[in-house]
Structure formats: C-alpha cells, structure tokens
C-alpha cells in the first residue's frame, strides 16, 4: 500500500498479488524491490512520479512512487543505494526511468513545503521557484534525476518523456487539474527471462 514516504518493500514469490485490491496488502511503502523473474511490481500515480529501476548486470528491478514527500526524502537514491549495498549493484550500471508526472508549471506548493525543499538544498530556481501569491513551482522530474545522478546512475542511464500529466488531460489522469475527482494511471515493470537463460 502507498503512503507517500520513503519506505522500501523486497517483495518475492509470496507477495504475488498483493495490493491489487483493497486491503490486500500486508505492508505499507512507496517503493518495491525484487530479484524474482516475471513477477511484475506495481504503483498507482495521478500526478506522482513513478520512477523504474533495472540493472544491466544483475537480475534486479524496483519501482518507486515519489510525490513531494517521495521526491524531498530522495527516494529514488534511496532505492538505488539500497540495490548497490543490498546486491551488489554497480549504480554505473543501473538504468531508470521516470513516469510523466506534473509539470513545474501545473505544481504549485505552499510557502511551508517549500521550505522543506529549501533547507534540503533544492532552493535553485531550477527545481523551485517562486509563484504567485506566495506558492511555489516544484520540478518533480528535475529534482528527482539530480538525486539519481547522485546516487551514481548515469545521465545517459535516465529516461525521462516530460510529458505532464495535467497538461495532457487527453492522455492522463491528474489529482490536481481533476481537484481529487479522477483515476488512477498504473505502473508496471517486471524482470523477463530470455532464451538461453539471461534476465533483462
């Protein structure tokens, strides 16, 4: 189940299923890992970034939901770290992917959350910005690729479409443009086995 935090979940064979309905799930976190092959992680987002991870080298996937909470606590690093200390996981060798989520220009927040990402260092106009009557622009996607490249994972390592959720009503669901009356988009990624036994 999501909270909105920071928590990560390893998940196996015996968690298959779980979440897919309400009250279905035993654990509460934001972020999913897991080493077993064709066992898909999933993530909700009407707004929210979901941030996919795979490995290169090792049969390794994650999918992580970072909204403003997500994004301050640094999950996405978060998660990448975890892989290179948990399973060896070289961060030169991680590739992510990053969800269409809302724009800068769609995501105001209020002068106290801002502070939040101030005193986290993200005071840069080019994560957030001043807005009118005392509201703030958040770069999801800016912040949450510079905690990515932080975290090791390589530029060219990091997909990200910069399509808005809000601004294409044709295409997405959006909490914000919506005002809490709209869908959910779902996310999946899972591990595949290929002919002659390697994983991708």
């Known amino acids: 189940m999501q909270v909105h935090g920071t928590d990560l979940i390893v998940v196996g064979e015996e968690n298959r299923g779980e979440g897919a309905l309400p009250g279905t799930a035993r ?16 993530a909700y987002s009407a707004d ?3 941030i996919y ?21 640094g999950i996405g690093a978060k998660v ?26 769609c995501y105001e927040i209020d ?9 986290g260092g993200w005071d840069n106009p080019a994560y957030l910005e001043p807005s009118a009557a005392g509201s703030f622009k958040l ?19 990091i997909r990200w479409s910069g399509l808005c959720t809000s601004c294409r009503e044709d295409l997405f669901y959006s909490y914000r443009r919506d005002r809490g009356v709209t ?7 899972a591990i595949r086995e290929q002919q002659g036994g390697r994983t991708s």
């Open 111 to 119: 002068g106290k959350t801002a502070e939040l990402f101030r005193a």
């Open 183 to 189: 869908g959910r988009m779902i996310g999946f990624i």
């Open 53 to 73: 991870f795979a490995s290169k080298e090792k049969p390794l996937a994650a999918l992580a939901h970072a909204g403003w909470r997500g994004t301050l606590g």
């Open 139 to 157: 770069d999801l996607g800016a912040v949450n690729r510079e905690q990515l490249t932080g975290a090791g994972i390589r530029k060219e390592n």
């Open 27 to 42: 654990v509460e976190g934001d972020a999913l890992i897991t080493t077993e092959i064709r066992l898909p992680l999933a």
């Open 80 to 105: 990448a770290r975890y892989l290179q200390v948990h399973y060896g996981a070289d961060p030169g060798q991680l590739v992510a992917a990053l969800s269409p989520a809302v724009c800068r220009e």
């Open 48 to 50: 929210c970034m979901l």
